[in-house]
């Protein structure tokens, strides 16, 4: 299988208070096309940095991210935001909505933004919207929804560019057990059906092993 995201000796490091704290300390990594890999590590062990990181939302220290076989972390911000556009959909423990949208709203954020047409995106709309069970709910706002209802729109909506990775930060780390099961089956279709890379963090044991790997971050390292 294709190699979609390789990761060089990463370190991250962060001030605080003055105080230099290294957070991660030489990460190695490589995920291939095709792969559902979960993280796990102790609270405040780097899961979420890592991720930031891969997704670049944040700089590495030192070390370099390559994603689809380009120089991702020494792009600018104008280069990596359009690999992110096109290659990466992310999905955070609190959904991140915005309130005063309709649930196709939502999901279409990301493309209205950058100056795309509704028109063009219909049938990638409708496809997600059945596929994450809400095509009743579709002009529906986020507080007249579940948790779990919630998180699929935000799954949706990380999905309307059709990406190959798919970033996720405990994507149930805020549901009941029962809607929690339920994301991590629609993830699983995802990734089987779409072919899309899932990365998520998650404490979840049961969860984790949704993942066809598992990856255990301690002391700044994969362990
Ligand atoms: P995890 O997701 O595994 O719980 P994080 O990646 O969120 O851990 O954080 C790892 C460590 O880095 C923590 O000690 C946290 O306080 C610190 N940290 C994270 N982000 C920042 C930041 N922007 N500035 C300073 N310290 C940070
Ligand atoms: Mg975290």
């Given at each position: 299988m294709e190699t979609i995201i390789k990761v060089n000796n990463l370190h991250k490091s962060y001030n605080s208070n003055h105080i230099p704290t290294d957070v991660l300390k030489g990460i190695d990594l490589e995920i291939k096309a095709g792969e559902f890999v979960s993280i796990m590590g102790p609270s405040g062990s780097g899961k979420s940095t890592l991720l930031y990181l891969i997704g670049g939302l944040e700089t590495p220290s030192e070390g370099n991210i390559y994603i689809n076989d380009q120089h991702f972390n020494i792009m600018n911000d104008r280069e990596q935001s359009k690999i992110r556009q096109h290659s990466i959909?992310?999905?955070?423990?609190?959904?991140?909505?915005?309130?005063?949208l309709t649930v196709e709203e939502n999901i279409l954020l990301p493309v209205l933004l950058n100056g795309g047409k509704k028109k063009q995106y219909i049938?990638?709309?409708?496809?997600?919207?059945?596929?994450?069970?809400?095509?009743?709910?579709?002009?529906?706002?986020?507080?007249?929804?579940?948790?779990?209802?919630?998180?699929?729109?935000?799954?949706?909506r990380a999905l309307i560019n059709s990406p190959k990775i798919i970033l996720a930060d405990?994507?149930?780390?805020?549901?009941?057990?029962?809607?929690?099961?339920?994301?991590?089956?629609?993830?699983?279709?995802?990734?089987?059906?779409?072919?899309?890379?899932?990365?998520?963090?998650?404490?979840?044991?049961?969860?984790?092993?949704?993942?066809?790997r598992i990856l255990h971050v301690q002391d700044g390292k994969i362990a």
């Open positions: 959909g992310f999905v955070f423990q609190f959904y991140n909505l915005v309130q005063h049938t990638q709309l409708e496809m997600l919207l059945e596929k994450v069970g809400l095509t009743d709910k579709r002009n529906s706002y986020p507080r007249e929804l579940s948790g779990g209802q919630q998180q699929r729109v935000s799954i949706a405990e994507p149930i780390g805020n549901l009941d057990s029962k809607s929690g099961t339920e994301i991590m089956e629609l993830f699983r279709d995802i990734n089987q059906t779409l072919n899309t890379i899932i990365i998520q963090v998650t404490h979840n044991e049961k969860s984790a092993e949704y993942g066809n």
